[in-house]
């Protein structure tokens, strides 16, 4: 996959990326486990809740990153665009859900789902806005 | 945005990833300029200029 991939701006973020999936995964495990064995309580289980959180914010970072970064103005633009899908798409998601909780008592929607389903949104946005320029 | 990169390319005999590799750019990016679905930015323009050692104005034209 990364061999396909021409730029080393774009090759950067691409591992930056999968380093942060993986810590996600990894701290999401410790977190469990924590939770499972020792049961904390305080400012010590939110520091522990907190863990898979940091990763993902890293991965929002380094998109930024990648975005000042890359000298391609065109890919810079594509990403631009998806993102912006992305935003969209997950913000249109939520508050419609949200409606649908209060007054229609659908199920609830766990916020961990927010992050997922913005590179979801995102990523059919991209496939989108790729579409437009062939 | 109407240009004449693709005719400036084949009077070099480039190809688009020629191009790209000259601009350090996308093979991708020289597509969508070349066919009028980007605009570039100044600087890109400069640069397309400088590379074919002409003017911006003589590469691009904002008629419809």
């Not at chain 1, 997950?90 to 909780?101: F, H, K, N, Q, R």
């Not at chain 2, 991708?28 to 605009?39: H, P």
Request: with cysteine; charged share 20%; hydrophobic share 50%.
């Amino acid at each position: 996959m990364l061999c396909s991939i021409k730029s080393p701006t774009e090759r950067r973020y691409v591992i930056r990326m999968w380093i942060m999936a993986a810590l996600c995964v990894l701290f999401s495990l410790v977190a469990a486990v924590v939770f499972r064995l020792s049961h904390p309580h305080g400012i010590l289980a939110y520091l522990v809740g907190v863990l898979p959180a940091l990763p993902i914010t890293g991965a929002l970072i380094y998109t930024g990153v990648y975005l000042a970064e890359e000298k391609d103005e065109f890919q810079r633009n594509l990403l631009v665009q998806s993102l912006l899908g992305g935003t969209g798409g997950i913000l249109a998601v939520t508050t419609a859900w949200g409606y649908m909780e209060d007054f229609a008592h659908a199920p609830h929607l766990d916020l961990v789902w927010v992050y997922p389903l913005f590179w979801l949104f995102a990523g059919i946005s991209y496939g989108f806005v790729r579409a437009r320029y062939r | 945005m109407k240009n004449r990169l693709r005719v400036l390319r084949a009077e070099r005999d480039w190809s688009q990833a020629d191009l790209a590799e000259r601009l350090e750019v996308s093979r991708q990016s020289v597509n969508a300029i070349e066919t009028g679905k980007f605009d570039p930015s100044l600087p890109l323009a400069f640069k397309l200029a400088r590379l074919f050692e002409t003017t911006i104005e003589a590469i691009f034209s904002d008629e419809n």
